[in-house]
């Protein structure tokens, strides 16, 4: 069975440009959840996609956005970078949407805006 | 309002000892999941224990038990016989309800270090 996975594991922008990060599910899972981790924080959510469709989303402006493939593959796209947007952005799979899902989360993407 | 708190910015334990690392949390949905991660410095959040807001028993997974006092609304992780492989940031997580984004509020965490 094959795990989450992420790329790029590192990433470094420049304030302004865009970026584009990936996510591959956990073989049969169909949500994937996307959050943002600074420096010294836990986890905030991003938002959470679910059989292809947004299915929730937290308190990020919408130069965050995503898309799911049919394969449940995920991808978190940020515009117009900016400094604040440095941090470790973890994907998290699970099977569905229920409240005793586990989520399974992939090793993380580091980015670094200069 | 903070959802989840976690007090003890860092812990230190002499290995083979216990540790207890304190979780609180808020919520007014009667239905809710709470849930221990384990964060080594590569950065991958690692699932260690759930526990549901209905479940009657307390949660064990190995050496990890989670001592949840629906009352007083804590949800504190006790690691018996701590390792060095133990030392790692820990976060307390919830999510409420059952329906629509199951997204997970995170705690600031708990940095735990293990001593030889």
């Known amino acids: 069975e094959t795990g989450v996975t992420q790329s790029p594991t590192h990433l470094i922008k420049t304030r302004g440009q865009q970026v584009t990060l990936r996510c591959s599910s956990q073989?049969?899972?169909?949500?994937v959840s996307w959050y943002q981790q600074a420096l010294g924080q836990g986890p905030q959510f991003i938002f959470q996609y679910y059989r292809e469709e947004e299915n929730g989303r937290g308190n990020f402006p919408p130069r965050f956005s995503g898309l799911q493939f049919p394969n449940y593959s995920s991808e978190l796209n940020v515009n117009a970078l900016e400094l604040d947007d440095s941090a470790l952005y973890l994907c998290?799979?699970?099977?569905?949407?229920?409240?005793?899902?586990?989520?399974?989360f992939g090793p993380g993407t580091r980015l670094t805006v200069l | 309002a903070q959802k989840i708190t976690q007090t003890q910015p860092g812990m230190f334990v002499q290995e083979k000892e216990a540790v207890t690392l304190d979780c609180t949390y808020d919520t007014s949905d009667p239905s809710y999941g709470l849930f221990w991660y384990k964060q080594p410095s590569s950065g991958e959040m690692i699932f260690l224990i759930y526990q549901g807001s209905y479940d009657q028993q307390n949660a064990t997974e190995g050496r990890y038990s989670l001592n949840f006092q629906k009352a007083r609304k804590s949800a504190n992780l006790v690691i018996s016989a701590s390792q060095l492989g133990d030392s790692a940031m820990y976060f307390c997580?919830?999510?409420?309800?059952?329906?629509?984004?199951?997204?997970?509020?995170f705690g600031q965490g708990t940095r735990l270090t293990i001593n030889p």
């Open positions: 998290a799979s699970s099977l569905g949407t229920s409240g005793s899902d586990e989520q399974f």
């Open positions: 073989s049969g899972h169909n949500t």
């Open positions: 997580a919830m999510r409420e309800g059952n329906q629509g984004a199951q997204k997970l509020v």
